[in-house]
C-alpha cells in the first residue's frame, strides 16, 4: 500500500463456492452485503486497523492496580497473558479469568462508605480556586484533539514506527497535553486528556524499545533483541 499510495489491497474468494462463504463467514457476508458488497463475487477491500492492545496497566492477579479503587482486565491490563502479540483465545481467557477476579476484588472491597462520590467543587480560578472554568477547552477544539491523537498514533506509533516517527508523534501529544495544564472537570476534558496520557506513554515505550518484538516493528531496529529487550518496560508516576 505504501509503495503504491494506495488506500488499500483486494482479496477475492470468487473462486470459492458462495454458499460455503455464507456459511462460514455469515455475519461478515451480512455485514458487507448491508454495505453493497457481495463478498462471494465482489473484491474485498482490505487495510490494517488498530485491533488490539498489547501491554497496558499493570496489576496484581486479582486485577487491582497501585491507584486506590482502579482495577484493570482484558486487553487493557499487563498481566503477561498476551506477550508482544495478541491471539484471540488469549484475550478471551484474560477477560473471562481476571475479568471475574477483578470483579470479586472490586466488590468486596466497597462499602457504604466509601462507594459515596465526593462531588467536586468548580471555581472561576480566583484566589486559589481548584478548578478553573475559564481555561477549560470548548467543545471544536475536543472533537480536534481527539483526531489530532487518533492520527499521529496511527502514522506515528502504528504498525511501523521509527525513532523520527516516535519522536514526531511525542511532540505533537505533548502539544495536546500542554492545553490541558489545569485539572479537568467534564467528562470529555477528563478523556481526552487520559487519551493523550496513554497515548504519551505508548509512544515512549516503543521509543526507549530498540528492537521490533510480535507485532512492535521499528524499521530502524528491525530484529528482535532477546539480550537486551526481552523485558517489560514499566512506567509509573512518582
Known amino acids: 500500500m505504501q509503495e503504491t499510495n494506495a488506500n488499500c489491497v483486494f482479496l477475492s474468494l470468487k473462486q470459492i463456492d458462495p454458499e460455503k462463504i455464507k456459511k462460514r463467514f455469515p455475519m461478515i457476508y451480512q455485514t458487507c452485503l448491508e454495505r453493497g458488497l457481495d463478498i462471494s463475487k465482489d473484491n474485498i477491500p482490505v487495510a490494517p486497523a488498530a485491533h488490539y492492545f498489547m501491554g497496558g496497566i499493570k496489576t496484581d492477579t486479582n486485577g487491582k492496580t497501585n491507584i486506590p479503587c482502579l482495577y484493570a482486565a482484558g486487553e487493557c491490563a499487563a498481566l503477561g ?9 488469549n484475550s478471551l481467557l484474560d477477560g473471562l479469568v481476571f475479568g471475574h477476579r477483578a470483579a470479586l476484588a472490586a466488590k468486596s472491597e466497597t462499602s457504604p462508605a466509601s462507594a459515596k ?5 468548580i471555581f472561576d480560578g480566583e484566589g486559589g480556586g481548584k478548578f478553573s472554568r475559564q481555561r477549560g477547552v470548548r467543545n471544536e477544539e475536543l472533537q480536534r484533539f481527539k483526531l489530532i491523537i487518533k492520527s499521529v498514533m496511527w502514522k506515528g506509533t502504528g504498525i511501523e514506527r521509527s525513532a523520527e516517527s516516535l519522536n514526531n508523534t511525542a511532540k505533537m501529544l505533548a502539544e495536546v497535553l500542554a492545553r490541558f495544564d489545569y485539572q479537568p472537570v467534564t467528562k470529555d476534558e477528563i478523556e481526552i486528556k487520559n487519551m493523550a496520557q496513554v497515548a504519551s506513554l505508548i509512544t515512549q515505550a516503543a521509543s526507549d524499545r530498540h528492537e521490533s518484538r510480535g507485532a512492535h516493528y521499528r524499521s530502524d531496529f528491525p530484529k528482535t533483541d532477546d539480550k537486551n529487550w526481552q523485558r517489560h518496560l514499566v512506567y509509573k508516576k512518582n
Request: proline share 7%; no cysteine; glycine share 8%.
Open 117 to 121: 462520590a465526593t462531588p467536586l467543587s
Open 81 to 89: 497473558v498476551h506477550g508482544a502479540n495478541r491471539l484471540a483465545s
